[in-house]
């Protein structure tokens, strides 16, 4: 029903892809991420959410033809039964279910089994093939407690009133997420955004997630120094442009799950990493195979090796796929 191609994961009895990396006729789409919902293909199916999202990225001709999938309802595809339920990764993101005479596979896409306030929980689906990430397959990441990350962020805003705190956080799920999280903990004050954030919050403000006051972090009407103390969330790639000089001698901040590296938050220059990932850590991905039991599992972009060998050691039958093209815009 599944199996590896350059293109991606295809169905030939089904005739379509799951996230495929290259433009095909029929592609179905786990979630908004470019590494995952690229452009071009001829027909998609996504979550509406996950619509919306390649839309705003994309602009609206994106794909030639789209449907909507409605979370756990069917859909017949060449004689393919197609289904998709919630992965707790993004706003909109889903896991595939693939099924036909009897058999069960489920495409994981990216997921994480923590609550996340912005987007709707990981829903644990029995199969027979479970095809999981492994973004953080190691035993060396294991997340600290979410909240007790932010609190860090908080602490720091109250020791330096007169710094800013600048934010690293992909633009897609992990920005709005920072910013619900701080919310939740209390801070009620203007949080200001990078202008690459503001379509997708806005987006998310349209789905029922309150943000909040936010504006956007910009010098042109006002001074450095309305900066300070303020906390300003943007995308990595900001920290390298000019943008980033602008703020009163900001406390550089990185909210990532590969800031459990502490050697890669010092060659990035982050002063006070925060890991907060929106995939799961070890004893996340090895507790949600053990709750499924499926009777394989297939390990895709990440970590692989260290998972097939977890798999082959507690009696599951495993592989790698070596899929080619994902990378870590959601981590």
């Known amino acids: 029903m599944l199996c590896s191609t350059p293109a991606g994961l295809y169905s030939p009895a089904g005739d379509f892809h799951i996230d495929p990396v290259r433009a095909v006729d029929r592609a179905l789409i786990t979630h908004g991420h470019s590494d995952h919902a690229r452009s071009g293909h001829r027909k998609v199916m996504a979550t509406q959410q996950t619509l919306d999202i390649m839309g705003l990225r994309y602009a609206g001709n994106f794909a030639g033809e789209t449907q909507a999938a409605d979370l756990g309802k069917a859909t017949e595809i060449n004689g393919v039964t197609v289904s998709f339920y919630p992965a707790g990764h993004v706003l909109g993101s889903a896991q595939i279910v693939v099924e036909k005479d009897g058999m069960r596979i489920v495409a994981s896409g990216d997921y994480k089994r923590r609550a996340d306030p912005t987007c709707t929980g990981f829903e644990p689906v029995s199969c027979d093939v479970f095809i999981t990430e492994a973004t953080f ?75 909040g006051p936010l504006s956007p972090a910009t010098t042109e009407t006002g001074s450095v120094q309305d900066f300070a103390g303020a906390v300003v969330i943007a995308p990595p790639s900001a920290f390298l442009d000019r943008w980033a000089r ?86």
């Open 137 to 211: 397959a190691l035993p060396v990441f294991r997340h600290p407690d979410s909240r007790d990350e932010i609190a860090k962020l908080l602490k720091s805003v109250e020791q330096f009133p007169e710094r800013s705190h600048l934010v690293g956080a992909y633009a897609l799920g992990k920005a709005q997420r920072v910013i619900r999280m701080l919310r939740d903990a209390g801070y009620d004050r203007t949080i200001y955004i990078h202008g690459a954030l503001e379509k997708l919050c806005h987006y998310y403000k349209s789905q029922g997630i309150d943000l």
């Open 246 to 331: 602008r703020f009163p001698d900001p406390v550089s901040c990185f909210a990532s799950g590969w800031m459990r590296i502490r050697q890669r938050a010092r060659q990035q220059g982050i002063e006070l990493p925060l890991i907060l990932s929106d995939h799961c850590d070890w004893d996340e991905l090895t507790g949600t195979i053990t709750e499924l039991g499926p009777s394989q599992v297939w390990v895709t972009h990440g970590r692989e090796e260290a998972l097939v060998r977890w798999c082959e050691l507690n009696d599951y039958a495993a592989r790698p796929l070596h899929l080619v093209g994902y990378e870590d815009e959601g981590d």
